[in-house]
Every structure is written in structure tokens, then in C-alpha cells.
């Protein structure tokens, strides 16, 4: 089936577009991309750059995709912009194209970015990533697979979040968050890990001992005897092999530019501050 262009749209000489795809009125976009088959542009949606949108992406109006990166150090050098299979972008989402440093903004397949959501330059979001309305990556972000964002938390830039990790709303990250973990800071406050994401584990077919393992492995990275570096030794050593904790322990092993999040007191997890560990 032959593209379907809105005589009110504007498409570039040069753009590549798939069998089914729609391009509504007043959306603009540039020569050098292609949309995959049966994406849908619905209206004032502007794809430019070197950008590549996988196939049945949908993305709803007022969004921006491909746009040079807010870095003042970017001289409009070529770089990409790759936007998995089977996303919805929603409303006023921007995402930015690389800078040289990386050469890449990369999200994966099925994501779905609420509105007003943001990704940075250099980004790599996985698959089955959720943002909530306006969840705001800075450049050079790595997000797994299967990660929540709430609405409205702040990710500072070179932040990890491994898989299966929920960031709640209104916070701040600056640290890495390990994989499974669950970080909150109210109102804006850098967070810190308030247990871990056993509904979303469960979700992705974590078994009841692959839940009890992490849990250990969390406990004693956490509050166990010693500094981090001996506990992350002992974690280690006891869990390195398993494969839902190991995930954990090579997460920090590969370590990054951010420090790893540290969890919250357990005297202020029973104030209230969010659920524990064990809860499931």
C-alpha cells in the first residue's frame, strides 16, 4: 500500500517511506528520513535529521523527533536518531539526535513516551520502556528493558538505569539505579532505593526463588556488614552466577560515570517512605 501524505503535510526529496505509511496535515519531514512501514504521523509532527522511525510507530501530535541536541558544544555535524518498532510517541515528546561524542540517540522497540516526555542526545533507551508525562532524560542516559519513568522525574545526565528499575514521579536521579530497583525522592529530591520492583519482576516471569535470591542479593549489597566495596565482593561471590541477581551484579560491575544509588535506611522505609524489600 502506497504512502498516504496529507496534501497539507510537507515530505522532503529524498525521504524513504514504508508500504501504509500516513503522514497528516501540517507534519514536516526531512530528506534524509525514513519512516518504516505503516508509521503514522497523526498531525504538526516534525521528523529531521539523519532519523529512522521503526515500523508502526505511532506519533501523535506536536512532537519533535531527530532535532539537533541541546549541547552548546554541537556544531551541526551528522548524527542519527533511531526510534524502535511498535512505539506510541505521545504528544510534544522531543527527542534529539546525537552529538559526535556518541554518533546516536537509540530507543528501542515498544516503548511508549507520554506526552511532553523528553530524551536527550546520546541516549540508549532498551525495549518496553514506559515515560510518564514529562520524564526528562539528560544526554548520554542508558535505560534497560522493561524500565518505568514517573511523571515528571529528572534524570541527570550519564545516569544507568538497569532493567526492570522504576524511577517514581517528581524525582530526581543523579546516580545509577540498579537493575530491579525502585527509586523515589518526593517533590523532587534526589531519590534513593526504596526496595525493589517485585510487581514489575513478577510481570516479566521472575520466579518465587529467582525473587528470593535478588532479594538476598540486594540485602546484603545493601545492609550488610562493611563498606560497599567488601559487600559488592561477598554479593559477588554468592550470587554472581545466578541469572536474575547476576543481572544485578553486573550492572555495577560494568560500572559508568554516575555512583550506584544507595538505598534508603530501613528506619525510613517503616516511616513510610516507600515499600520494603520483602514486600510482595
Given at each position: 500500500?502506497?504512502?498516504?501524505?496529507?496534501?497539507?503535510?510537507?515530505?522532503?526529496?529524498?525521504?524513504?517511506?514504508?508500504?501504509?505509511?500516513?503522514?497528516?496535515?501540517?507534519?514536516?519531514?526531512?530528506?534524509?528520513?525514513?519512516?518504516?512501514?505503516?508509521?503514522?504521523?497523526?498531525?504538526?509532527?516534525?521528523?529531521?535529521?539523519?532519523?529512522?522511525?521503526?515500523?508502526?510507530?505511532?506519533?501523535?501530535?506536536?512532537?519533535?523527533?531527530?532535532?539537533?541536541?541541546?549541547?552548546?558544544?554541537?556544531?551541526?555535524?551528522?548524527?542519527?536518531?533511531?526510534?524502535?518498532?511498535?512505539?506510541?510517541?505521545?504528544?510534544?515528546?522531543?527527542?534529539?539526535?546525537?552529538?559526535?561524542?556518541?554518533?546516536?540517540?537509540?530507543?528501542g522497540?515498544?516503548?511508549?513516551?507520554?506526552?511532553?516526555?523528553?530524551?536527550?542526545?546520546?541516549?540508549?533507551v532498551?525495549?518496553?520502556?514506559i515515560?510518564?508525562?514529562?520524564?526528562?532524560?539528560?544526554?548520554?542516559?542508558?535505560?534497560?528493558?522493561?524500565?518505568?519513568?514517573?511523571?515528571?522525574?529528572?534524570?541527570?545526565?550519564?545516569?544507568?538505569?538497569?532493567?526492570?528499575?522504576?524511577?517514581?514521579?517528581?524525582?530526581?536521579?543523579?546516580?545509577?539505579?540498579?537493575?530491579?530497583?525502585?527509586?523515589?525522592?518526593?517533590?523532587?529530591?534526589?531519590?534513593?532505593?526504596?526496595?525493589?520492583?517485585?510487581?514489575g519482576?513478577?510481570?516479566?516471569?521472575?520466579?518465587?526463588?529467582?525473587?528470593?535470591?535478588?532479594?538476598?542479593?540486594?540485602?546484603m549489597?545493601?545492609?550488610?556488614?562493611?563498606?560497599?566495596?567488601?559487600?559488592?565482593?561477598?554479593?559477588?561471590?554468592?550470587?554472581?552466577?545466578?541469572?536474575?541477581?547476576?543481572?544485578?551484579?553486573?550492572?555495577?560491575?560494568?560500572?559508568?560515570?554516575?555512583?550506584?544509588?544507595?538505598?534508603?535506611?530501613?528506619?525510613?522505609?517503616?516511616a513510610g517512605?516507600?515499600?520494603?524489600?520483602?514486600?510482595?
Amino acid at each position: 500500500m502506497a504512502a498516504e501524505i496529507h496534501p497539507l503535510a510537507h515530505v522532503a526529496p529524498g525521504a524513504t517511506l514504508g508500504e501504509g505509511v500516513r503522514i497528516g496535515p501540517f507534519c514536516t519531514v526531512g530528506a534524509d528520513v525514513t519512516l518504516a512501514e505503516g508509521v503514522v504521523l497523526q498531525s504538526h509532527v516534525n521528523v529531521e535529521g539523519l532519523t529512522t522511525i521503526g515500523a508502526r510507530t505511532l506519533v501523535h501530535p506536536f512532537a519533535s523527533i531527530g532535532g539537533p541536541p541541546q549541547d552548546i558544544s554541537y556544531k551541526g555535524e551528522v548524527t542519527r536518531t533511531q526510534v524502535g518498532a511498535d512505539c506510541v510517541i505521545r504528544e510534544s515528546v522531543t527527542i534529539n539526535r546525537g552529538t559526535p561524542k556518541s554518533g546516536l540517540t537509540q530507543i528501542g522497540d515498544r516503548c511508549y513516551l507520554m506526552a511532553c516526555s523528553h530524551v536527550a542526545h546520546d541516549c540508549r533507551v532498551g525495549n518496553n520502556v514506559i515515560f510518564a508525562n514529562a520524564a526528562t532524560l539528560g544526554g548520554h542516559c542508558q535505560v534497560g528493558d522493561f524500565v518505568f519513568l514517573g511523571g515528571l522525574c529528572g534524570v541527570h545526565q550519564y545516569s544507568r538505569i538497569g532493567d526492570f528499575a522504576m524511577v517514581g514521579g517528581l524525582t530526581g536521579v543523579k546516580d545509577d539505579i540498579i537493575p530491579y530497583g525502585m527509586a523515589f525522592g518526593a517533590n523532587g529530591v534526589s531519590g534513593e532505593l526504596i526496595g525493589l520492583n517485585v510487581v514489575g519482576m513478577k510481570r516479566r516471569g521472575l520466579t518465587r526463588d529467582d525473587l528470593r535470591v535478588v532479594r538476598a542479593c540486594y540485602e546484603m549489597l545493601f545492609y550488610g556488614p562493611g563498606i560497599f566495596a567488601e559487600r559488592f565482593a561477598a554479593a559477588s561471590a554468592a550470587f554472581g552466577d545466578h541469572p536474575a541477581a547476576g543481572r544485578l551484579i553486573a550492572f555495577i560491575e560494568a560500572g559508568g560515570k554516575r555512583p550506584v544509588m544507595m538505598a534508603a535506611p530501613k528506619m525510613t522505609r517503616a516511616a513510610g517512605s516507600g515499600p520494603a524489600a520483602a514486600d510482595d
